[in-house]
């Protein structure tokens, strides 16, 4: 029996750090990653706001890393410069970050197991008014992104501040996207971000786009999938989280159907 992905060629979106894993599983299968980040990551411009929040790290309750890159970009920087404090409780949007966190000795982390977003780690009990009402908390990200957590946190009477130690910038040219959708050497794309999404279709032309919508795009989360059908996507099949969720979707896809 052939392997599942054999002879697919399948866009890989990811930042490049975090494209490795998914790309392995994709050609264990027998398929073809093709790499392409739609984001490009590096540190913060200015550090001072880490470097001011390392500081005051032991007035915190909670600190919430907002995506792997969170981790990369801080604790590094953290334990360079003092002990992880045994009162401030980690949290994690979800597992890969809470697996990194742990991989540097901070936990037990805080983390969602089901579903990876703002929205899920805010139904956790430790996010409750009852429980934050009153305690600082500190979220690490990267520069923009959405305010649900920070505002919802507000709201529930914590004092929030918000420290951006990494930065996130699109590539300045999709040639090669476009090139490959003229020609039909690509077969799907993965999309891990609606940020991402929307950089792609930015990049290209209007028969790049057309071509785009005929493919066949994996999403992980409910939230690209609308946005995706918003932006004219005719072909958006959601899979579960994260690389595992997505390599499930790849395989479970009727290719020959949908040819």
């Known amino acids: 029996m052939s ?13 490049a750090a975090q494209a490795g894993k998914l790309a392995a599983m994709i050609a264990a299968l027998g398929g073809e990653a093709v790499l392409f980040p739609l984001l490009e990551i590096g540190p913060a411009d200015d550090p001072a706001s880490l470097q001011q929040a390392i500081a005051r790290l032991d007035d915190y309750a909670i600190a919430v890393f907002i995506s792997p890159n969170a981790v990369d970009f801080s604790v590094p920087a953290i334990l360079a410069r003092r002990a992880w404090p045994a009162t401030l409780r980690a949290a994690a949007i979800g597992q890969s970050g809470a ?10 982390v ?25 305690r ?20 529930r009477g914590a004092e929030v501040d918000r ?8 590539p ?20 891990s971000s609606s940020e991402g999404l929307r950089t792609l279709l930015a990049l290209l032309d209007s028969e790049g786009c057309e071509r785009l919508r005929a493919l066949p795009v994996f999403v992980p989360h409910q ?20 690389d595992s969720g997505i390599v499930e979707g790849l395989c479970a896809h009727d290719w020959l159907r949908h040819e």
């Open 136 to 155: 600082k908390v500190l979220i690490l990200r990267g520069n923009g992104g959405r305010e649900l957590l920070a505002e919802t946190l507000l709201e």
């Open 163 to 170: 420290v951006s130690c990494y930065q996130r910038s699109a």
């Open 223 to 242: 939230r690209i999938a609308e946005v995706g059908a918003g932006l004219g996507l005719r072909k958006l099949i959601l899979t579960g989280p994260a």
């Open 99 to 108: 697996a990194q966190l742990a991989a540097r000795g901070i936990g037990p």
């Open 3 to 15: 392997p599942p992905l054999q002879g697919r060629r399948i866009l890989v979106t990811r930042p």
């Open 172 to 191: 300045a040219d999709g040639s090669t996207i476009v090139a490959r959708l003229r020609d039909g050497s690509l077969d799907a794309l993965t999309i």
């Open 110 to 134: 805080i983390a969602p197991l089901e579903r990876f977003d703002s929205e899920a780690l805010l139904e956790l009990p430790e996010f409750q008014a009852e429980r934050v009402g009153g």
